[in-house]
């Protein structure tokens, strides 16, 4: 049960929350003893020190579990972890925890309990932050922490799920710094060539890069303002080794150059993958992750935060230019669809549903179908074609996943060959070969 009272006229901007919390316990594993209580929206488990509850177990992922507070459950997501993590017997990715509740990571066990000393930090009472909006806990929660930070000369990394409006993060924070009237210049690693990359992020000299003049890269076009590097995770090796140079020396040198130029930029980053199981791999650097978080933020998806969808909708269609309400029962749908692709996937459907809508009024059957990811063709959506031989059936089968996951992977991925390899992590030459073999190789795979 919980209390939700306004705010004090001393302080009018915060609303105070009594409740029953939850508490973490390994009871078992190398960190036996150790309790984490769960106070915030969200947090992380794992192994790596930068986690919320640091499990000291080799078995154990640099970032394991992440936990949501939802009312007197705890909901606790595998996110991407070696070894899984496990309810008894069942390997599970995604489950709600009641008080008593155990999962095994590694070979450490865990168990929420009842915390009776923890109570829940104020939250801001403000709905909204830059362009971003919402009144669920979890954004509320946001909104606070973004107040604090944006002001600070801090490196920020921005996590959460494709489409949850990280970018919108990064430019609400550079609003609200001391660098809101100098650019925001966003770099997009998975849309860069591989072979021109370094050249467009940090310049060249004359006669380097294919060109005849000295021209500065993405970086120094920022100066004295915000860069957003969005995919950072999916930065190629040299090049995490010269931004984190600049990071350290607040200096860049540009392709061929030997004179180091000054750089004063805030940097701003996000990443859809936690880049704590990447170090575990060896596919990113320690260091540089903790020069770029020194603060994290977290958005949480669509799914988790339901109450926020009347205020994400009216500020999608006013953002579209579109003057249209929706009815409740098209308000409904909409809230009870998981919504996969987030406040981009929600964005599009109402464009979509705009686009048919009578008399300005968006109704269930506009929404019909949405909120579910990807639509497909009308053959993607069909039933399997299981005639034949089992050796036949299977063929088409393999056939039409391939077609259908090589499509949504390119398409993610911009088109970009080397970013497309590396997250469905396959050789280049092999993804090449598949494109070609699916006749996808060279088409445009816009969505048009």
């Given at each position: ?35 984490f209580a769960i106070v915030r929206a969200s947090a992380t488990v794992g192994r790596h020190p930068t986690n919320d509850f640091v499990v000291d177990d080799p078995r154990v992922s640099g970032a394991h579990l992440e936990l949501t507070r939802v009312h007197d459950r705890v909901r606790a997501r595998d996110v991407g972890s070696t070894n899984g993590t496990w309810l008894g017997q069942h390997k599970v990715m995604d489950v ?119 021209e500065g890269g993405l970086i120094e076009s920022a100066q004295g303002g915000t860069v957003f590097i969005d995919g950072v995770g999916e930065l190629l090796p040299a090049l995490q080794a010269k931004l984190l140079r600049m990071l350290e020396r607040r200096e860049i040198l540009r392709v061929g150059g030997q004179t180091p130029v000054p750089i004063d930029v805030r940097v701003l980053s996000s990443t859809s993958r936690d ?174």
């Amino acid at each position: 049960m919980s209390t939700v009272r306004g705010g004090t006229e001393a302080n009018p901007g915060l609303v105070t929350r009594t409740e029953t919390l939850a508490k973490l316990v390994a009871v078992s594993g190398p960190s036996a003893g150790r309790a984490f209580a769960i106070v915030r929206a969200s947090a992380t488990v794992g192994r790596h020190p930068t986690n919320d509850f640091v499990v000291d177990d080799p078995r154990v992922s640099g970032a394991h579990l992440e936990l949501t507070r939802v009312h007197d459950r705890v909901r606790a997501r595998d996110v991407g972890s070696t070894n899984g993590t496990w309810l008894g017997q069942h390997k599970v990715m995604d489950v709600e925890l009641a008080i008593g509740g155990e999962l095994t990571i590694g070979d450490t066990v865990l168990r929420l309990d009842v915390d009776e000393n923890a109570a829940v930090p104020p939250s801001n009472a403000r709905e909204s932050f830059g362009d971003l909006v919402g009144r669920s806990p979890a954004m509320r929660e946001l909104f606070a922490t973004l107040e604090r930070i944006a002001p600070k000369e801090l490196a920020v990394l921005v996590q959460g799920e494709t489409g949850t409006g990280k970018e919108g993060v990064a430019r609400a924070i550079h609003l609200a710094s001391g660098r809101a009237s100098a650019p925001f210049v966003v770099i997009d690693v998975t849309s860069l060539p591989e072979a021109l990359a370094e050249t467009m992020i940090f310049g060249h000299e004359k006669g380097e890069g294919g060109g005849d003049a000295q021209e500065g890269g993405l970086i120094e076009s920022a100066q004295g303002g915000t860069v957003f590097i969005d995919g950072v995770g999916e930065l190629l090796p040299a090049l995490q080794a010269k931004l984190l140079r600049m990071l350290e020396r607040r200096e860049i040198l540009r392709v061929g150059g030997q004179t180091p130029v000054p750089i004063d930029v805030r940097v701003l980053s996000s990443t859809s993958r936690d880049l704590r199981n990447a170090i575990d791999k060896g596919s990113f650097r320690e260091d540089l992750y903790f020069r770029l978080a020194q603060v994290r933020v977290f958005v949480p998806p669509l799914r988790q935060r339901k109450e926020d969808l009347p205020l994400v909708c009216a500020k999608l269609l006013a953002r579209a230019g579109i003057e249209a309400m929706i009815d409740v029962d098209a308000l409904e749908h909409l809230a009870s669809m998981p919504w996969p692709g987030n406040v981009r996937e929600l964005d599009n459907a109402l464009l979509r549903a705009a686009a048919v809508a009578r008399d300005g009024v968006i109704r269930r059957q506009d929404v019909a179908g949405e909120g579910e990811g990807f639509r497909g063709t009308e053959g993607e959506r069909a039933p399997l074609d299981l005639s034949g031989t089992f050796a036949q059936a299977k063929e088409r089968a393999i056939e039409r996943f391939e077609k259908a996951y090589l499509t949504i992977l390119m398409k993610g991925c911009q088109g970009n060959l080397s970013a497309a390899a590396r997250k469905a992590d396959v050789a280049r030459h092999h993804l090449r070969d598949l494109l070609k073999k699916r006749g996808l190789y060279g088409v445009s795979l816009d969505d048009g």
